[in-house]
């Protein structure tokens, strides 16, 4: 059964600051890894997703890692806004195609 | 484009009561996935569903049950419900295993 690690569990930074959410898994037979936004209270919004064969992704001031054969991916937010502030959440795509996701890290970035 | 809409929006319900949540994929997408996130945790996989067949379930029980109709549009229903149903329902659509989008949630409370 896979188990998906997130941390921290929370995370306050000063505007302006960089952003570094750490994720880990237990079964290194994935698909793909997605990384998630979610608002209090609302759904999923999707980041980025890295496919297995891919070392990392990138989409603006978002960088995702992964290195599957030890289990771990990082999300990097360059240049940290008020308005990233979010619950950030790992997903990582079995070869069953079905989610397991991490618990998030609340991310606080103060102005 | 729309994206993937869920309703209702929120539900309260008295124990022993029975409930059914509605989920329209987004347009071109042929799988819908359920998952349950209580409060403060990540979301939990119940099922999926891939062409109107049910293709893989999580942890859950019986009374934890789910329709595909043709237009790949899908109802999640869940019977006798306990205290611990209370949760955030969400619905994600894709194209077979392509990335997942996810609706807004369903917030159910159970008193």
């Known amino acids: 059964k896979q188990e998906v690690t997130q941390i921290p569990a929370a995370l306050s930074v000063p505007e302006g600051e960089n952003l570094v959410l750490n994720c880990s898994f237990t079964?290194?037979?994935?698909?793909?890894l997605q990384w998630f936004r979610q608002d209090p209270g609302k759904g999923l919004t999707s980041l980025l997703l890295?496919?297995?064969?891919?070392r990392e992704q990138t989409s603006g001031r978002l960088n995702a890692s992964l290195d599957k054969s030890s289990g771990r991916s990082t999300l990097y937010i360059a240049a940290s806004q008020p308005g990233d502030s979010a619950t950030y959440l790992c997903?990582?795509?079995?070869?069953?195609?079905?989610?397991?996701f991490g618990a998030g890290t609340t991310v606080t970035v103060r102005a | 484009e729309t994206g993937v809409t869920q309703s209702p929006t929120h539900l309260i319900k008295t124990r022993g009561q029975q409930v059914t949540l509605r989920c329209s994929s987004q347009?071109?997408?042929?799988?819908v996935s359920w998952y349950q996130q209580a409060l403060g945790q990540g979301p939990q996989f119940i099922f999926q569903?891939?062409?109107?067949?049910?293709?893989g379930r999580g942890n859950f029980p019986p009374r934890f049950s789910g329709l595909q109709f043709p237009n790949y549009s899908s109802e999640l229903n869940v019977n006798a419900l306990e205290l611990d149903d209370s949760a955030l329902y969400l619905c994600?659509?894709?194209?077979?295993?392509?990335?997942?989008?996810f609706g807004p949630g369903t917030r159910l409370t159970v008193l």
């Open positions: 994600a659509s894709s194209w077979r295993t392509d990335t997942q989008y």
């Open positions: 079964d290194s037979a994935i698909y793909n």
């Open positions: 890295i496919q297995s064969s891919q």
């Open positions: 997903a990582v795509c079995s070869n069953d195609y079905k989610l397991s």
């Open positions: 347009s071109g997408h042929n799988t």
């Open positions: 569903y891939y062409r109107e067949e049910e293709n």
